[in-house]
């Protein structure tokens, strides 16, 4: 059963452009969503998170927007850089429950110059 | 600041063998979590520790157990290893009550 999807496995994108990635999940008892950037070799890296009361968070060239209604919620990296290919997962925590992230499968970013 | 680290980077064991991994956490952490990636997947939940105690479980059996130390550093021990436990290995630091985990990365491990 899996409670967050990333439909998506792999985008491809020019660089400059906007790059936009999608994260769908199934529990409306999550309350809090990360995404994480991962390079071959590397652990994941945190980008960004929003809480559930919020339907917007921004930081640099990155934004995160959640609509609820839809359990959805997408990442937004505008301009996108070649340094920005890599794997990125959403990840979602269920209310009073910090400890344990629940991971998409991952979309695979390519930023092509 | 230190981030988190582990050892081995990789590994190589036999069925049936038992394998320790090693996570430190990131300073002024005091949660550890412990995540199971397969090949193509997303990291799947293991268990984490706080105050050197378990705190929360996945859907794993019991011959995946973990220790904390007093100084927030952690063990994760895998015993009968089988061959679906290759997998990449991860530890994430974290400050009780906040959500964020900062991962280390990783142990590649390989079960022939």
């Known amino acids: 059963d899996q409670q967050v999807k990333q439909n998506s496995p792999s985008l491809s994108v020019q660089e400059g452009r906007i790059s936009i990635l999608n994260c769908d999940y199934t529990?409306?008892?999550?309350?809090?969503f990360l995404w994480y950037k991962k390079y071959p070799a590397e652990g994941p890296t945190f980008l960004i998170s929003?809480?559930?009361?919020?339907d917007k968070n921004e930081d640099g060239r990155f934004t995160v927007f959640l609509n609820k209604s839809a359990k959805h919620l997408s990442l937004h990296i505008v301009p996108s850089q070649p340094g920005d290919s890599a794997v990125y997962f959403c990840?979602?925590?269920?209310?009073?429950?910090?400890?344990?992230?629940?991971f998409g499968q991952g979309t695979t970013l390519q930023v092509k110059p | 600041e230190t981030g988190v680290t582990q050892s081995p980077t990789h590994l190589i064991k036999t069925r049936g063998q038992q394998v320790t991994l090693r996570c430190s956490s990131q300073?002024?952490?005091?949660?550890v979590s412990w995540y199971q990636q397969a090949l193509g997947q997303g990291p799947q939940f293991i268990f984490q520790?706080?105050?050197?105690?378990?705190?929360g479980r996945g859907n794993f059996p019991p011959r995946f157990s973990g220790l904390q130390f007093p100084n927030y550093s952690s063990e994760l021990n895998v015993n009968a290893l089988e061959l679906d436990d290759s997998a990449l290995y991860l530890c994430?630091?974290?400050?009780?009550?906040?959500?964020?985990?900062?991962f280390g990365p990783g142990t590649r491990l390989l079960v022939l």
């Open positions: 994430a630091s974290s400050l009780a009550g906040f959500e964020t985990q900062y």
């Open positions: 529990n409306s008892m999550f309350d809090y």
């Open positions: 929003i809480s559930s009361i919020k």
């Open positions: 990840a979602a925590i269920l209310s009073g429950n910090t400890g344990k992230l629940i």
């Open positions: 300073s002024g952490h005091n949660t």
């Open positions: 520790y706080y105050r050197e105690e378990e705190n």
